[in-house]
């Protein structure tokens, strides 16, 4: 089975300032996605961005970017120009590519809370 | 505007009470989801359905049960023998395998 590990419960930034979430997960597959999500606290889940694995270029959303480190297991999230809208608890997942039974659905870490000082 | 609703927002359950959380979708998916969040932690699956009148346990599904008779609809029943309920759950959907996962707003179930 797949893990997802989260190791910073809580982490805290400067607005303006730059932060980066770290993710490491454990698969025996090639091909997967991965994501990370922002949950305010309305409990909203919103999707940040995604990676799929085949692809070598780590993903970009605005002032959101990913670093893929396929070998090592690893898909930390970086977050530029830190916004008061940032603060959130931050979840990343995985999900198989291979399709068929409980493959599609998603394995969460335990997340990492996001506070932005002002 | 297409997207998931879960209904009650906020459930209370009795004991030795059944109870149902609703999840509806316009966005025309196959496949369905229910998770279930608890403080601190992340996500996990309790069930799944990838087609109507299909469904699979998750990873968690023991004291849960759902059913699947429209496209649309993905209820979940809260049964007495979860002894354990209270927790906020979360409905996703899916299009294609390549797309991401939906969710809708959730439903915090708590016990009188």
């Known amino acids: 089975a797949q893990t997802v590990t989260q190791s910073q419960p809580e982490m805290s930034v400067q607005e303006a300032e730059t932060v980066t979430l770290s993710c490491t997960y454990d698969?025996?597959?090639?091909?997967?996605?991965l994501f990370w999500y922002k949950q305010p606290p309305s409990r909203q889940m919103i999707l940040v961005i995604r990676q799929e694995a085949y692809k070598q270029q780590n993903a970009t959303e605005n002032r959101f970017s990913v670093n893929f480190q396929k070998a090592a297991k690893s898909f930390s999230l970086k977050i530029s120009d830190s916004q008061l809208g940032d603060a959130a608890m931050y979840f990343c997942?995985?999900?198989?590519?291979?399709?068929?039974?409980?493959?599609?659905?998603?394995?969460f870490g335990k997340g990492t809370h996001l506070i932005i000082q002002p | 505007d297409g997207g998931i609703t879960q209904s009650p927002k906020y459930l209370f359950r009795k004991e030795g009470q059944n109870v149902t959380l609703s999840c509806e979708q316009n966005l025309n998916h196959d496949a369905m989801y229910w998770y279930r969040q608890d403080p601190g932690q992340g996500l996990r699956l309790i069930y799944y359905s990838q087609i109507v009148n299909d469904f699979q346990k998750g990873d968690i599904a023991e004291g849960y049960s759902v059913s699947r008779e429209k496209k649309e609809s993905f209820p979940l029943t809260v049964t007495s023998a979860q002894k354990n309920p209270t927790a906020f759950y979360l409905c996703?959907?899916?299009?294609?395998?390549?797309?991401?996962?939906?969710f809708g707003d959730g439903t915090r179930l708590s016990i009188l």
């Open positions: 997942a995985y999900r198989s590519a291979r399709g068929g039974g409980g493959a599609d659905g998603l394995t």
């Open positions: 996703a959907s899916m299009g294609s395998r390549h797309q991401p996962q939906h």
């Open positions: 698969t025996s597959e090639s091909d997967y996605y």
